[in-house]
């Protein structure tokens, strides 16, 4: 068959009209999410994203430790950014309301597990996880990370992979929790390191803290020879994401 032939009960470019024209509609939707959610998310700096299972229960240590965290960041000033759903999500949110400093969810459609938490002074639902994803690395000033799945594994690598590449400005990223993560760090040590895939200084790009007070401190040691928000540069920089 060449390439001008046509398929079986498929008239050649039958569909292709009706396709491209969704295509391009869903172009403006998507551009809808990022101006809504700027707009709304412009006033919440600074701002410490957490992330982290959605399937723990409230009685979880896992739960608690992020509930303790954000509400000693939100007591300190920071709003506190999760993705809006249940498990550590929640309790981010929950110990962020209580605080001093605005609860943020940033909620996704999804056919399993997420269902927006009652613990938010700002909600935003997203449809696209990359937009989604922009928002928690425009607005965080740093990355708190709980124990969690494939979802919170790839919200901490895009981070460093950001970071390490340029794209991003640095900020403290704060795995919680040593017990759980040494196992991962110990594997990027003993293959991506010495098989040369990174740079061993790559490593620096994160810390291992397990204490609540400690998380809130390291976060104001990164910044204490400078403000928190974006300097010019790093906004230039922020802009080409």
């Known amino acids: 068959m060449t390439a001008k032939e ?3 009960g498929s008239p050649a470019g039958a569909a292709a009209p009706r396709f491209s024209a969704r295509e391009s509609w869903r172009i403006f939707g998507i551009m809808a999410e990022f ?12 701002a410490v994203s957490i992330f982290g299972s959605a399937r723990i229960p409230p009685d979880h240590l896992y739960y ?9 960041l939100s007591d300190a000033g920071f709003s506190v950014i999760s ?4 498990g550590v999500m929640e309790a981010a949110n929950k110990g962020a309301y209580f605080g001093k400093s605005p609860s943020v969810g940033l909620n996704i459609q999804l056919p399993m597990e997420q269902q927006a938490n009652p613990y938010q002074d700002i909600s935003q639902t997203f449809q696209h996880f990359f937009a989604r994803k922009f928002m928690f690395v425009k607005f965080a ?9 494939f979802g919170t594994l790839d919200e901490l690598l895009e981070a460093m992979t950001l970071i390490q590449t340029g794209k991003s400005r640095r900020i403290p990223i704060i795995l919680v929790h040593g017990a759980f993560w040494n ?4 594997w990027v040590r003993d293959r991506l390191v010495a098989e040369r895939m990174i740079n061993p200084a790559d490593l620096d790009l994160v810390q291992v803290i397990d204490e609540p007070e400690a998380v809130v401190e390291a976060i104001f040691k990164h910044y204490e020879t400078r403000g928190f928000l974006p300097l010019p540069e790093e906004h230039e920089l922020m802009l080409n994401l």
Do not use: F
């Open 6 to 8: 046509k398929l079986p």
């Open 35 to 46: 101006v809504e959610a700027t707009e709304r998310l412009n006033a919440i700096r600074p």
């Open 64 to 72: 608690m430790q992020a509930e303790r965290i954000a509400r000693l």
């Open 83 to 86: 993705g809006g759903g249940p």
């Open 141 to 149: 000033s740093a990355y708190v990370v709980m124990p969690g799945g």
């Open 183 to 186: 196992g991962l760090l110990d």
